[in-house]
């Protein structure tokens, strides 16, 4: 019928017939429409190649002024309530504590308990890890988290970009040169991938990330002070691939209780948060890329003290790295 157009929806690797737009409708209302057929809500919606006069859509244009064939293949980004919900929580029985734990006395402890040893053994024989890009030779390793490392998952915003940490591309790039890079975040795999489409990460031409872990890959550990806590045990990955271990590998994280069974391996990076602000101070990924530069020669990460990585300074021949640093501050 003249003046109704027919538009096909792609969104999580379906395709939903939208009936019946009338021409003189707005945006707002093709928004509207979706949301019954796929559960994204409106404001959640981000339609990427609808576009006006080179721009994208705003809610109150004329859906007749886009010149769009009938049948036009609209793509569209965004979550249902329920599925950010699943993805937001944390793991089952795994209760949330403060985010930087005082228990420096006992990591040793829980490091070498042996039920948690058998629980990294249980990861190594089951948990299956998909490869998204070879690993290489002779590279050392890079583990980072997500949510408050990478990316500010709690602020709201119209596009990825506006909660990526400043500089993450340029990171990304510049620790790839010495290092293969795995993502493991606390979540689901599925909420990790779309996260990593949203940044640009997943199909970057200057740098590639090796695998992705999720919460199913980490264990619960019972610490005498805190009770049970969910951490991120770099054993699974040592015990899959020999080429790494604690010499090699080093962990960033916002959460200094995911690195608990690894805590010498583990870098805890300060927190990425209400990006809108803080984003034009955050220097923090340009900083760490400096310091991953300076440490890509060190033979034994073991010989590093990843707390005081700020006053790190490459060791001259014949003199220590801790002397260095004093000297320097002398």
Known sequence: ?????????????????????????????????????????????????????????????????????????????????????????????????INDLDIEEEEVEIEKAEINLRKIQIRIDRY?????????????????D????????????????????????????????????????????????????????????????????????????HTPKYGVVGVKPLGIIWGKYKQFSAKNTIMFDDIRRNFIMNPQSGLRIKPFKHAHTSRVKDFELLKLSRYLDMIADVDDFQTLNHRKWEEYKPKKSGQSNEQTSSSEKS
């Open 128 to 144: 299956v890890i998909t490869e998204l890009n070879p690993l290489r030779e002779g590279k050392k390793l890079l583990v980072l």
């Open 1 to 97: 019928m003249e003046g109704e157009l027919r538009i096909v929806v792609k969104w999580s690797g379906k395709e939903y017939d939208i009936l019946d737009i009338q021409v003189e409708d707005t945006v707002l209302t093709l928004k509207e429409r979706i949301h019954k057929e796929t559960g994204v809500r409106p404001e959640r919606q981000k339609l990427l190649n609808l576009k006006f006069k080179g721009k994208a859509a705003q809610d109150e244009d004329i859906i007749g002024k886009l010149n769009l064939k009938p049948g036009f293949k609209l793509m569209l980004m965004g979550s249902r309530e329920e599925d950010i919900a699943e993805v937001s929580q944390a793991p089952e029985n795994v209760p949330d504590v």
């Open 146 to 221: 997500i949510d408050y490392t990478l990316f500010d998952h709690r602020s709201v915003a119209e596009s990825g970009s506006q909660l990526m940490r400043p500089y993450l591309h340029e990171f990304l790039t510049r620790a790839y040169k010495n290092y293969d890079i795995v993502i493991w975040s606390a979540t689901s795999m599925r909420w990790i991938n779309e996260k990593m489409k949203l940044l640009g990460v997943s199909n970057h031409p200057n740098y590639k990330i090796a695998f992705h872990l999720d919460v199913l890959a980490m264990i619960t550990v």
